[in-house]
């Protein structure tokens, strides 16, 4: 629905309402079987969120058939009483403090949901909407959420699922849809926040920033990239098919549109295997991707960035040895570009991947130092000792996470998100004693 | 190199107005450049595309825009270049360079391209840039070539004028608040676009703003397509029909083709695509160039929509430019773009 000055009051009127309700009459434990029910819900082939949302989300966000099944499989699969949980249980120490007062040192504490939280999504892929709604549910506070236009689909089948589940508990939630240019609205909604949780370019969550009243608790997630790491042990011909897959995944799932998506592989040399050799198995693989799960549509734009990225490399290849392309026969469906130079070089998008060779950890972390605090992930292959090493580094450098490629897009629920807990911030304790 | 000379004469000839065969021409200008440009020959060869296979004029390679940026891309040692025009980039690096032995070509296209879109009234009058000298730039080249004279501000005249400059340079004299009324008859060419600027306008207000602050109406405002890798300009129709228009006709040394990027294959009519160019002025480089600009076939004109952004629409990962701030687009205009036109980038959605 279309949001008016007047719409987000009543909103916000609803959801505060709602959070009252649902403090005093849900306890925590409740709340989780809501939550896990509404998500595994979507799971069975016959769900009947499952087949509205590969219906209806293609036509929104251009996405395959087959990636919707694809995202609901993992996104909800990984949403279970036990995840659940566990994530209340590492920000809190104890999910009881969401329905009590629990001993804290000497004394004993309660934690309470913000009354009020604003969601403003970006909607370039679904789960950090999902998880971010989920989020305010899970500390019961009440949720007034901005979609984007790119992605209502999810947003709205994920708040039936919960209604389903629990009608009560999907009060919290209100879906409002408003241009993000309409700063009037935006400025209507921020005002009656207590928190805000906005994802998005890094322009527009520093102007959200700038809005949001003093008050309010403000979070936002910005625009981020992620790349891989392969060392030369992993670099054998009985390793390498699997590598491959696991690193096809992690680029093609949600045709890369994601923060946790690797816009570079970096291959050790060295290895039983060189990194071409990596290059040409990613290319078999990315094909193999798209046959099972193919590549959304693209707008004309998007199409003419792929295909400009990926003719210029192709020329450059018949020309210079230190660069080699594996593109699809089908124009723009994946291309793989080897390319002998360090330099972080961020993807188009849309299933293009680099693969860069490399001497040694010492180079690749020269080569990211000036985007070190845009990279969210790095995916590395295999997790060892040496690896241990280079994690240290990059934590260093301020990157968020560091984990086994083929895992690059399924953080966990309590994963940091971009280095931050994902509950502590929206709550607010009463201490006593 | 005779042939190549004789191949020059000839082309210089047809942009003169002699008869000629295009498409016979274009095959003999891709043969030559096969034979002579070292990283084009290897491209070619290893699409299997080589003279003694090509037929026809639209099975000639194109050479991305991007590729400039690489590589000399010449028929002849880079060091013979008696002139370079630079692309968009602060650095060595990521600056596209077009390196000239010899500006025949280059001069020949300038001024019968210019005067049949500006002047089909056979007026004549003084020209006005706007635009600052620079030796790297192909605009200020093309604008000194034309005899204009270089001004820092305009003053009331007695005489009809042409003014010409970027929609930047324009856009900042009416932010200044200009206030004339040129006599009738006086014209503008505007090009370029203002990525980056601190504000951007339509084309429909632009224009209304030369009408306003200049007297020039709409009808007499004529947008300019060009790009530093070609040698041949592009211009809106507007002063030939009477009307503002969009369209572009290619002259008949150079032919244009919108191919779909989804596809690789030419677009069917009213489907955006890419721009594909070929001139025959650029035969001391590449004459096929793919470029990295999106529009539609408009009859046998075509409509320029703007630059394929960098960036995605989608996707929450970061720009190209954002993520490096080596690549962002320095404050000149004559490094601001690859490619000038299109004045005010129309949304494409």
């Avoid at chain 2, 490619?339 to 959605?349: D, S």
Wanted: hydrophobic fraction near 40%; proline fraction near 7%.
């Amino acid at each position: 629905m279309n949001a008016t000055p007047d719409r987000i009051q009543d909103a916000v009127r609803r959801v505060r309402e709602a959070h009252e309700f649902v403090l005093e009459s849900r306890r925590t434990e409740a709340i989780i079987k809501a939550l896990a029910d509404a998500a595994q819900s979507w799971l069975p082939a016959s769900s009947p969120w499952r087949a509205q949302a590969v219906e209806q989300a293609p036509a929104v966000t251009g996405s395959s058939p087959a990636m919707v099944n694809e995202v609901i499989d993992r996104m909800f699969g990984a949403i279970t009483a036990e995840s659940l949980g566990a994530l209340l249980d590492r920000e809190f120490g104890d999910r009881r403090v969401l329905d009590e007062f629990r001993p804290h040192g000497r004394a004993q504490a309660r934690a309470f949901g913000v009354p009020v939280i604003l969601h403003l999504l970006a909607g370039n892929v679904p789960p950090p909407g999902i998880h971010s709604i989920l989020n305010g549910l899970l500390v019961r506070s009440g949720n007034v959420v901005r979609m984007s236009q790119r992605d209502t689909v999810f947003p709205k089948l994920f708040v039936e699922s919960v209604r389903a589940a629990d009608p009560d508990l999907a009060m919290c939630v209100e879906l409002l849809e408003w241009p993000r240019t309409d700063a009037a609205l935006t400025q209507a909604a921020l005002a009656k926040a207590d928190a805000v949780i906005a994802h998005g370019d890094d322009s527009t969550i520093a102007t959200l920033r700038r809005l949001a009243p003093g008050n309010a608790t403000f979070i936002g997630y910005g625009q981020k990239v992620s790349f891989a790491y392969v060392c030369r042990e992993a670099m054998t011909a009985e390793q390498l098919p699997a590598l491959a897959t696991a690193a096809a995944e992690d680029v093609s799932v949600y045709d890369q549109q994601g923060c946790l998506s690797p816009h570079v592989i970096y291959v050790e040399e060295r290895g039983a295997l060189g990194p071409r050799k990596f290059a040409a198995a990613l290319a078999e693989a990315m094909g193999a991707f798209q046959a099972r799960i193919p590549r959304g549509k693209l707008s004309v734009e998007e199409a003419a960035v792929v295909n400009t990225t990926r003719s210029g490399y192709e020329f450059r290849s018949a020309s210079d040895k230190r660069i080699a392309v594996w593109a699809s026969a089908q124009p723009n469906d994946w291309t793989v570009i080897y390319e002998d130079n360090p330099a972080f070089e961020p993807s188009c998008l849309n299933r293009v991947v680099f693969v860069k060779p490399t001497d040694s950890e010492r180079r690749v972390l020269d080569g990211i130092q000036r985007f070190a605090a845009r990279i969210s992930t790095v995916g590395v292959a295999p997790m060892s000792e040496r690896m241990m090493e280079l994690a240290k580094q990059l934590a260093k450098l301020g990157i968020h996470r560091v984990c086994p490629l083929g895992q690059m897009q399924r953080p966990p629920l309590w994963w940091f998100h971009d280095g931050r807990p994902n509950l502590a911030s929206l709550v607010r304790w009463t201490e006593l004693g | 190199m005779k042939t190549a000379l004789q191949l020059q004469q000839r082309i210089v000839a047809f942009i003169g107005g002699a008869r000629d065969d295009f498409e016979a021409l274009a095959l003999e200008v891709f043969a030559f450049q096969f034979a002579h440009n070292h990283a084009y020959r290897a491209f070619c060869e290893r699409k299997e595309r080589t003279p003694d296979r090509v037929a026809h004029w639209t099975e000639i390679p194109a050479v991305p825009a991007s590729a400039f940026k690489q590589l000399a891309l010449t028929c002849f040692p880079p060091d013979d270049a008696i002139v370079e025009f630079r692309t968009s980039g602060t650095t060595q690096a990521c600056s596209g360079r077009h390196l000239f032995k010899t500006l025949e070509l280059y001069d020949a296209a300038i001024t019968p391209n210019f005067n049949a879109h500006l002047f089909p009234d056979g007026a004549q009058m003084p020209l006005l840039s706007l635009v600052p000298d620079d030796p790297h730039s192909s605009l200020a080249y093309m604008i000194r070539k034309l005899g204009a004279r270089c001004v820092e501000r305009l003053e009331p005249v007695n005489v009809p004028v042409c003014v010409l400059g970027t929609a930047f340079n324009f856009l900042k004299l009416f932010d200044e608040g200009i206030s004339l009324q040129l006599p009738s008859g006086s014209r503008a060419m505007e090009t370029g676009g203002f990525k980056g600027r601190t504000r951007e306008v339509t084309k429909p207000e632009l224009y209304e703003m030369f009408e306003m602050h200049l007297g020039i109406p709409p009808t007499h405002v004529v947008n300019e397509y060009g790009m530093t890798e070609l040698s041949t300009q592009f211009y809106d129709e507007t002063m030939r029909v009477g009307h503002c228009s969009d369209v572009k006709h290619a002259p008949p040394w150079a032919r244009v083709r919108v191919i779909d990027p989804q596809t690789d294959e030419e677009a069917q009519p009213g489907v955006p695509g890419l721009f594909r160019i070929y001139d025959l002025a650029n035969l001391w480089s590449v004459m096929c160039l793919q470029t990295e600009d999106l529009g539609v076939r408009e009859g046998d004109g075509f409509v320029l929509f703007g630059r394929a952004p960098g960036a995605m629409p989608r996707g929450c990962s970061l720009k190209v430019e954002a993520l490096s701030e080596e690549r962002r687009r320095p404050g000149g205009f004559t490094a601001d773009s690859d490619r000038r036109g299109g004045g005010v980038p129309a949304p494409m959605t």
